[in-house]
T-cell receptor, first 116, second 111 residues
Framework: AQSVTQPDIHITVSEGASLELRCNYS??????LFWYVQSPGQGLQLLLK??????LVQGIKGFEAEFKRSQSSFNLRKPSVHWSDAAEYFC??????????????FGRGTQLTVWP | DGGITQSPKYLFRKEGQNVTLSCEQN?????MYWYRQDPGQGLRLIYY???????QKGDIAEGYSVSREKKESFPLTVTSAQKNPTAFYLC??????????FGPGTRLTVL
């Protein structure tokens, strides 16, 4: 069964520091992977996605993520965090085939706090 | 402007009442989804529809109902059978790709 684990419930970093949010997935076939960001009381915004090809993908707002098949991971990174990056971040895996094609399975989220 | 709208933004329900949450999209997307979000639990799928007049149960469909009579609309009814309906509800849609686009959400509170 498909599942996503985000091991860190809450991360705090100082503004200007680098950031890495962890995501591990379980899926039997080639996964489609996503990172979304959510500000309080808002909907989710897509940061980046991986379908195939280059395993390092670039997204909006200076974020990037690297797909590592051997580790079943899709970690999100940013070299220098800004105070406006404080939000909740969700990793998701999409079913690429079968009866659940089109469904996304979300992790429980990582809350990011940024100190000035 | 293309996008997904949800209304109302805040909704209050008395115990025993049914309420309907609206979701409309003008992206010409075939698929639409309803999620429930509770603190620390991520997003859980309630119902989804990949085509008009067809929908499937997600992981937590009990106490909810949907309809998909038009491509652009996917309303969710929270029935009195849903014992703990207080939550943040998110609607999403997707087109040819797998990425989903989300509306701004409706916060439902049971009084």
């Amino acid at each position: 069964a498909q599942s996503v684990t985000q091991p860190d419930i809450h991360i705090t970093v100082s503004e200007g520091a680098s950031l890495e949010l962890r995501c591990n997935y379980s899926y039997g076939a080639t996964p489609y992977l996503f990172w979304y960001v959510q500000s309080p009381g808002q909907g989710l915004q897509l940061l980046l996605k991986y379908f195939s090809g280059d395993t390092l993908v670039q997204g909006i707002k200076g974020f990037e993520a690297e797909f590592k098949r051997s580790q079943s991971s899709f970690n999100l990174r940013k070299p220098s965090v800004h105070w406006s990056d404080a939000a909740e971040y969700f990793c998701a895996v999409g079913a690429s085939r079968g009866s659940t094609l089109g469904r996304l399975y979300f992790g429980r989220g990582t809350q990011l706090t940024v100190w000035p | 402007d293309g996008g997904i709208t949800q209304s109302p933004k805040y909704l209050f329900r008395k115990e025993g009442q049914n309420v309907t949450l609206s979701c409309e999209q003008n992206l010409n997307h075939d698929a639409m989804y309803w999620y429930r979000q509770d603190p620390g639990q991520g997003l859980r799928l309630i119902y989804y529809s990949q085509i008009v007049n067809d929908f499937q149960k997600g992981d937590i469909a009990e106490g909810y109902s949907v309809s998909r009579e038009k491509k652009e609309s996917f309303p969710l009814t929270v029935t009195s059978a849903q014992k703990n309906p207080t939550a943040f509800y998110l609607c999403a849609s997707s087109g040819g790709g797998l990425e989903q686009f989300f509306g701004p959400g409706t916060r439902l509170t049971v009084l």
